[in-house]
């Protein structure tokens, strides 16, 4: 089975810095690609960065794009996001998982964390 467990989440003010880090338990992490996704109250779940199983190749939505930056490190089986510049409209829970398929889709992502809450005050 496989088990991802973010962490990093917190509070901070509009222009701020955060990094999540998602830990990952389970055979073969370093062969999936992995992607973060958030989900504010009452909308739904978007994507926001993926990364391939190298780590040389990463996506971003438009709206963190510049502001968000996805890496890996595979001897610790973790992903990390590091969130700079964060917005109020940045607040939501933020999930990793394991791509399976499309990069964009969370219906191509086979198995999800539980999320971990970032907070940004205006």
């Known amino acids: 089975q496989v088990q991802l467990v973010e962490s990093g989440g917190g509070l901070v003010q509009a222009g701020g810095s955060l990094r999540l880090s998602c830990a990952a338990s389970g055979r073969t992490f370093s062969s999936y690609a992995m992607g973060w996704f958030r989900q504010a109250p009452g909308k739904e779940r978007e994507f926001v960065a993926s990364?391939?199983?190298?780590?040389?190749?990463?996506s971003y939505a438009d709206s963190v794009k510049g502001r968000f930056f996805i890496s890996r490190d595979n001897l610790k089986n973790t992903v990390y996001l590091q969130m700079n510049s964060l917005k109020p409209g940045d607040t939501a829970v933020y999930y990793c998982a394991r791509r399976s398929g499309l990069v964009t889709i969370p219906g191509q992502y086979d198995y999800w964390g539980q999320g971990t809450q970032v907070t940004v005050s205006s």
């Open positions: 990364i391939n199983w190298s780590g040389d190749i990463t």
